[in-house]
């Protein structure tokens, strides 16, 4: 059973860091990608990045390219978002998920493409 742990969210303000933490178990490391998602209050879930477990490739949505990057351990099947430079309309509830990787150099993006969901670690970004 693929299973999914999203952590290290908390309060910060505009231009602080936070380090968002996926535990993933249940899975080959090497057949999945892991996305990050974000959903704000009222508006729609979005991704934020995406990296494929098997081949590194990652995906930056343009709003958080040069502030957030996404790494693996796979040593301890962990998935990081480190958050820098945080603005307020970073806020929200973020979501780490995960797909069996179909495609080779792509790392999934949209809402659709994931099939396992981790519960939400919310974000706090005062101005």
């Known amino acids: 059973e693929v299973q999914l742990q999203a952590s290290g969210g908390g309060a910060v303000q505009a231009g602080g860091s936070l380090r968002l933490s996926c535990a993933a178990s249940?899975?080959?490391?090497?057949?999945?990608?892991i996305g990050w998602f974000r959903q704000a209050p009222g508006k729609e879930r979005e991704g934020v990045a995406s990296?494929?477990?098997?081949?590194?490739?990652?995906y930056y949505a343009d709003s958080v390219k040069g502030r957030f990057t996404i790494s693996t351990d796979s040593a301890l099947r962990m998935v990081f978002l480190q958050m820098d430079s945080l603005k307020p309309e970073d806020a929200g509830v973020y979501y780490c998920?995960?797909?069996?990787?179909?495609?080779?150099?792509?790392?999934?993006?949209?809402?659709?493409?994931?099939?396992?969901w981790g519960q939400g670690t919310l974000v706090t970004v005062s101005s």
């Open positions: 998920a995960a797909v069996y990787q179909a495609v080779i150099g792509y790392a999934p993006r949209h809402l659709n493409e994931y099939d396992y």
């Open positions: 249940g899975f080959t490391w090497d057949d999945f990608a």
């Open positions: 990296i494929s477990c098997s081949d590194g490739s990652i």
